[in-house]
């Protein structure tokens, strides 16, 4: 069994920054790519960032150079560090860890943006 719990979401103002964690723990080895992912309002889920278990990164366009995706082999913890939030920041935001080709995800972490 495999849990992901994500922690971190808040109300931030727009401009603001925001950490997210998540911690991975179960049975967990050959934990692979890491990633984080959103959810807005009336909106599918997107991709917003990963990391490989190399420790290369990619992003979206939308959040490039605001966001930074981070993880710690040893505490099996993934973080996200977003700044300079905009409004359209505001989703649910997920967090996944593919595991022997399989996906496993957190249940979601609130961030709402006000303008």
């Known amino acids: 069994q495999v849990q992901l719990v994500e922690s971190g979401g808040d109300l931030v103002q727009a401009g603001g920054s925001l950490r997210l964690s998540c911690r991975v723990s179960?049975?967990?080895?050959?934990?692979?790519?890491m990633g984080w992912y959103r959810r807005a309002p009336g909106k599918q889920r997107e991709w917003v960032a990963q990391?490989?278990?190399?420790?290369?990164?990619n992003y979206a366009v939308s959040v490039k150079g605001r966001f930074t995706i981070s993880r710690d082999y040893a505490l099996n913890t993934l973080d996200l560090q977003m700044s300079s939030l905009k409004p359209e920041d505001t989703a649910v935001y997920y967090c996944m860890a593919n595991i022997r080709a399989n996906n496993y995800w957190g249940q979601g972490t609130q961030v709402t943006v006000s303008s």
């Open positions: 990391i490989t278990r190399g420790g290369r990164t």
């Open positions: 179960g049975n967990i080895l050959g934990v692979d790519t």
